[in-house]
């Protein structure tokens, strides 16, 4: 029969029989982060009490009592101890059976994600760095694991990719919290680092993606397109603006001022007028030449002036 149908069954025996259902209990640990909760729908005004013992036949602490559905292990349990924990319920005389959960945090709390990724990027590299798993005292993950192994207690992987292409991803295990890697110039590339110990078989989550860009040598185009992009405005601008003034050249018309004088109304700009000067030359006949012996007298030819024009 499944637990679950285990529990609801004894959940409805012990209410038959008037009887305080046991906790139904859950661990939620990480690091050395201990926290050991239950789930309780029976009855509001119920309180619980928390316990811990090394063995199951050795005499318990209390550590919690109150109406709180979790109680904090953290400060009590060591890493590599073995440690059986219980919690009861109580309401107005009326005591539930305990509930039972063995736990040892070497083996059954895992290991954190590393926080606090950074990335900086380089020419054609980035350099990564991030912060290990914390105890809960603020001491590192890694000495914690150390006390308890002579292997290395805990390495890391580093996970990347570029940002167009996903589904191609490469992996480096690192010894450290820092490390740079060689990469392409001015390409964008995504980065994940999860942490764990071979020697404990432990790994943790990875962290969420972070994105940048590698950086690179100035490529001409980035600087080419720009000042081309600019001169090619600048020619556009000045055209407009030497063909918007010839328009207002050609549209402008000279004050009556200039062109009539304001007394006699005469115009001021009077065209010159071009004269050409004609000669005529009109040939006489001389005395040896009339005929001697003719009746008609000779014609009278008007004598040639400058200036005049023949008609």
């Not at 991030?130 to 809960?136: L, N």
């Not at 992009?229 to 328009?247: E, P």
């Not at 001021?268 to 005529?280: F, I, R, S, W």
Request: proline share 8%; hydrophobic share 45%; with cysteine.
């Amino acid at each position: 029969m499944p637990i679950k149908h285990l529990v609801l069954l004894e959940f409805i025996i012990c209410a038959v029989s008037a009887g305080l259902p046991k906790p139904v209990l859950k661990m939620d640990a990480v690091n050395t982060k201990y926290l050991l909760r239950w789930n309780w729908t029976y009855s509001t005004s119920v309180n619980f009490t928390a316990q811990m013992a090394f063995s199951n036949t050795a005499s318990y602490k209390d550590i919690c009592f109150g109406v709180e559905t979790y109680c904090d292990y953290s400060a009590h349990l060591d890493y590599s101890g073995e440690y059986y924990l219980r919690v009861q319920a109580e309401t107005r005389g009326d005591r539930s059976d305990w509930a039972m959960w063995k736990f040892c945090p070497d083996a059954d709390a895992p290991l954190g994600a590393p926080s606090e990724l950074r990335v900086e990027a380089g020419v054609s590299m980035l350099i990564v760095s991030f912060k290990e798993p914390m105890a809960e005292n603020g001491e590192p993950m890694s000495a914690v694991l150390s006390q308890n192994s002579m292997d290395p207690a805990m390495a890391f992987r580093l996970m990347f990719w570029t940002d167009d292409a996903p589904s191609q991803r490469q992996e480096k295990k690192l010894n450290t919290t820092a490390h740079t890697l060689s990469l392409n110039a001015h390409t964008r590339y995504c980065l994940q680092v999860q942490a764990f110990s071979d020697a404990f078989a432990k790994t943790s989550p990875y962290t969420l993606p972070l994105c940048t860009t590698t950086l690179g040598p100035t490529l001409f185009w980035n600087i080419l397109f720009p000042l081309l992009l600019f001169l090619v405005l600048l020619g556009v601008f000045g055209f407009l603006w030497t063909r918007k003034r010839w328009r207002m050249f050609q549209v402008y018309a000279l004050p009556s001022s200039i062109v009539l004088d304001s007394k006699s109304h005469q115009p001021l700009l009077v065209p010159m007028e071009n004269t050409c000067p004609v000669t005529a030359l009109v040939a006489m006949p001389t005395a040896e030449q009339v005929p001697p012996f003719s009746d008609r007298p000779a014609p009278a030819f008007p004598t040639a002036r400058t200036g005049d024009r023949l008609l």
